[in-house]
């Protein structure tokens, strides 16, 4: 008998085949989707209190999405053929699909929204910034000086395009990774039509809520004041979305207690024991119920902006740890009951491996070192000293 | 100008041809007839088991594991010894320790229906393991076993994860996904498996569905046959006589 084995579970069954790295590449590809639904809120909805996170949502979309694949490539038994799912792609395999919704994504949405929203700062700076930075910059308008009034009018026509493409884009990309996991039929925990929206949802709450923090995060490191307007109205899409997905997950777990088919009894005795603390204690009751009510609050009375900062700051990050517990419930639970629904393993996390903590600490603070160079590099502040400003550090 | 133009366009066609001849041949190419004069195309392979006739030895365990170098803990076939009280069905208490390579101690409980349940790779027809694996390192051969390229295999689990029924692993050497190949080097020279061939009491037969002179035509018609985790839907040719309710 395997160590952390219960019951009975095929021979095969004691090591679990997906990792944290598996649980980090959902959690970051969906704070990728939330992020730039965001952003599109402004762009495409005309939701302008949003305005000043729209390009910080971009920019710190991009920086999650340049982390992506990373997980899923750490993982692999053989990394250097990875490739191959570019060049000879299983076309009936979900994964399969997964570089090339991801080259969509980075390639035609976001980089090219990111492009025509700072091209004109890229012109500038391509003249006025110090060198290095200067053929940085220069690289940077691909060739093009023109910043006419006329091609300024391009650009905005455009980018409204590229940003209409990109909300459908954004919900493929993370519905995709949500349908990575709902088309397994032989895992009853992830055997379902709603995985698809739940985690699209999800993803936009994730992303919703990092953006929120993030931008207050900036603000204080800026020393500048936080716009409160913009900041009530992302906490109320946030409530809303949040509504929504906890509905979706909700929906999901009255069928299956209903239905209670032969999966149900396994399913219900780990929510029970070993998903107990992660699904219902961090993912319910802290990353859910605790940021739904201090959100909720803040709909039905009109509290001080002291206070109200606090409960954002609060339930933002309640959130993303909820999200987080999540995916983790999702990846790693789908693991350790058996197939023969007769017994379970455990997920024994180590550290200083491959696949272990501490790869999975340093991919999470990746994401916020690319931001903090692409900060640097476009600013993404309202007023229009901070290219200036840039451009004296560099 | 114009020529250079015209190679560029002579270049980028025949670029997207292979490109396209690519994505279409994702899966590694089939077997043909070769030297030793065996035609795939004539084969439909799969096995007939009969529960009756299991006693637990174990010998068709250790035999895989010695044909195939199965590594140390990962088992290409194994045996489940089911005890099940009367109107226990869902209940049934299961073991296999070590995949049965050593058999099984003797079992105190007396009560109990019990019965011995080899279990392997079902070769399904419909196999999940193959629909979801990225770049068709899994595939069917064109005589119905499902086999793994192992050079090109990228270890990403997906299969591990479709296979309803727990027989694929990651071989801890080569880090790619392995499993039964229904010991395809040795049926293509017209021998049986090694588990079939070590199995004392006939419990296990290798079948070709194809063969009319094959017995597996009698077994399929003269016994109730049931195939594991039916509803899967995944068209298992791995036929069991005697297969009770309470297995998974």
């Known amino acids: ?394 | 100008m114009e020529s250079s133009r015209r190679k560029f366009m002579a270049s980028a066609g025949k670029f997207l041809i292979l490109a396209s001849a690519a994505v279409s041949d994702g899966e590694p190419s089939a077997p043909t007839t070769g030297t030793s004069g065996y035609d795939p195309a004539k084969h439909w392979w799969g096995m007939t088991i009969d529960i009756d006739k299991c006693i637990g030895c174990g010998n068709c365990v250790r035999a895989c594991s010695r044909e195939n170098s199965v590594p140390d803990g990962f088992y290409r076939t194994w045996v489940e010894r089911y005890e099940v009280p009367a109107g226990e069905d869902e209940n049934p208490h299961v073991e296999s320790p070590d995949g049965a390579i050593h058999g099984f101690p003797p079992s105190p409980n007396t009560a109990a229906k019990r019965f011995f349940v080899p279990k392997l790779c079902n070769q399904c027809a419909n196999s999940p393991c193959v629909q979801v694996c990225p770049v068709g390192a899994t595939f069917v051969s064109p005589d119905g076993v499902v086999l793994v390229d192992e050079s090109y295999c990228l270890g990403c689990r997906y299969c591990v994860q479709a296979c309803p029924y727990g027989c694929r692993y990651i071989h801890p050497r080569k880090h790619t996904v392995d499993k039964c190949t229904l010991c395809y080097h040795r049926i293509t020279q017209g021998l049986t498996t090694a588990c079939c061939e070590a199995c004392p009491t006939g419990a296990r037969q290798l079948a070709d569905l194809k063969n009319p002179a094959d017995p597996v035509h009698e077994f399929l018609r003269t016994n109730k046959i049931q195939v594991l985790k039916p509803h899967m839907a995944t068209h298992s040719k791995v036929f069991y006589r005697a297969l009770d309710g309470a297995v998974r």
């Not at chain 1, 952003?39 to 999650?64: C, D, G, I, M, Q």
């Not at chain 1, 991801?102 to 035609?108: D, G, I, N």
């Not at chain 1, 690289?139 to 590229?162: C, E, F, H, K, W």
């Open chain 1, 1 to 394: 008998m395997h160590p952390g084995v219960d019951g009975f579970i095929y021979p095969n069954e004691a090591e679990l085949q997906w990792s944290i790295l598996i649980v980090l590449y959902p959690f970051i590809t969906g704070l990728v989707a939330g992020a730039f639904i965001l952003a599109s809120l402004e762009r495409v909805f005309n939701v302008a209190a949003v305005k000043p996170t729209y390009r910080l949502a971009l920019l710190t979309a991009l920086a999650f999405l340049l982390v992506a694949p990373l997980p899923l490539q750490m993982h692999l038994g053989h990394p250097e053929r990875s490739f191959e799912m570019y060049v000879t792609p299983h076309v009936s395999s979900a994964m399969a699909m997964f570089g090339f919704v991801y080259l969509w994504y980075l390639m035609v949405v976001l980089l090219l929204e990111i492009w025509l929203e700072y091209r004109v700062e890229i012109v500038q700076l391509s003249n006025t910034a110090a060198k290095p930075w200067r053929w940085v910059y220069r690289m940077l308008t691909l060739g093009s000086q023109n910043v006419s009034p006329a091609s300024r009018r391009i650009d905005d026509a455009v980018g409204y395009t590229v940003t209409v493409i990109g909300i459908p884009s954004a919900f493929l990309l993370h519905g995709y990774v949500g349908f990575i996991f709902g088309s397994v039929k032989a895992n009853a925990w992830w055997s379902t039509p709603l995985m698809p929206i739940v985690f699209l949802f999800s993803a936009m709450v994730s992303g919703i809520a990092a953006v929120m923090l993030i931008y207050m995060a900036a603000c204080r490191m800026r020393r500048a004041a936080i716009d409160m307007r913009c900041l009530d109205t992302i906490a109320r899409y946030l409530f809303f979305v949040f509504l929504i997905d906890f509905s979706l997950e909700m929906l999901d777990l009255i069928h299956r207690i209903y239905e209670a088919d032969e999966s149900f009894r396994s399913l219900d005795f780990m929510v029970h024991t070993r998903l107990w603390a992660s699904q219902v204690v961090v993912q319910i009751l802290l990353g859910t119920v605790v940021p739904l009510i201090l959100l909720g609050l803040n709909q039905l009375f009109r509290l001080r902006e002291e206070a109200r900062r606090s409960m954002y700051a609060i339930a933002g990050f309640c959130t993303l740890v909820g999200v987080f517990a999540m995916r983790w419930n999702v990846v790693i639970g789908g693991q350790l009951f058996s197939k023969s629904y007769l017994g379970y393993t455990s997920y024994k996390l180590e550290f200083a491996t491959r696949e272990g903590l501490g790869a999975s600490i340093a991919l999470m603070l990746l994401p916020f070192v690319i931001l903090l160079v692409l900060l640097k590099l476009l600013p993404p502040w309202e007023e229009r000293e901070a290219p200036r400003a840039a451009t004296a550090s560099l």
